[in-house]
């Protein structure tokens, strides 16, 4: 799971960025950009994608979840190279919009990044990296289902960004907080499901 380093973050989603003259950016050409042997860098950028205003795009949620899943999995498997169906590296997002979620996280990004550093490391190498692989599947999971309630998976999606940011950065203290998100979402739906029945 190669990732670039710890102060690389807002570059990382400058990846995603068009270029002069292109009206559309697709999956392969992000791909391109970051190599094809960075699996959670690329988990993290579908995070970030569906925690900005992106993922109230028709279909956004569901698209990111199959790639979170297919990527996940390969990691998982013990593939080196990462893996992408043509249908899935043919989709793209408009430049316009596409440009306006980079600048909203671009700011956010900057922030982490000034406080990323290594440290609890353990959990971001095997064996614990397999569990934290496996939860950002099983986040990523429910996002089809989601998808009819507005900016929803963008809560789930903000857990996953944060395991992806600890195993990008190598910064065990992002994943923790990713662990911690998740634990005060799992209390929260719980009681609200005790609310209404």
């Not at 670039?4 to 392969?28: F, I, T, W, Y």
């Not at 795009?57 to 996940?72: H, L, N, Q, R, W």
């Not at 700011?107 to 397999?130: A, C, E, F, M, N």
Request: glycine share 8%; charged share 15%; proline share 7%.
């Amino acid at each position: 799971m190669a990732a670039p380093g710890p102060d690389n973050l807002r570059a990382l989603l400058d990846a995603m960025r068009p270029a002069e003259g292109e009206s559309h950016v697709s999956l392969r050409q992000i791909v391109g950009h970051i190599g094809d042997r960075s699996f959670s860098a690329l988990i993290l950028l579908v995070g970030l994608v569906l925690v900005s205003p992106l993922s109230a795009i028709p279909g956004a949620p569901t698209v990111g979840m199959v790639v979170i899943v297919v990527v996940t999995t390969q990691y998982l498997v013990g593939r080196d190279h990462l893996w992408l169906p043509g249908l899935l590296l043919d989709r793209s997002l408009p430049r316009d919009k596409l440009n306006r979620a980079i600048d909203f996280l671009h700011k956010p990004l900057g922030w982490i990044d000034r406080r990323t550093r290594q440290r609890l490391s353990y959990l971001t190498h095997r064996p614990v990296k397999w569990l934290v692989v496996l939860t950002i599947m099983a986040t990523a999971l429910p996002w089809p289902l989601l998808e009819p309630l507005p900016m929803v998976t963008s809560i789930g999606a903000t857990a996953v960004s944060l395991l992806a940011i600890g195993l990008v950065t190598r910064d065990g203290l992002f994943v923790l907080l990713g662990y911690l998100f998740i634990c005060f979402l799992s209390v929260a739906l719980a009681q609200a499901w005790e609310a209404i029945w």
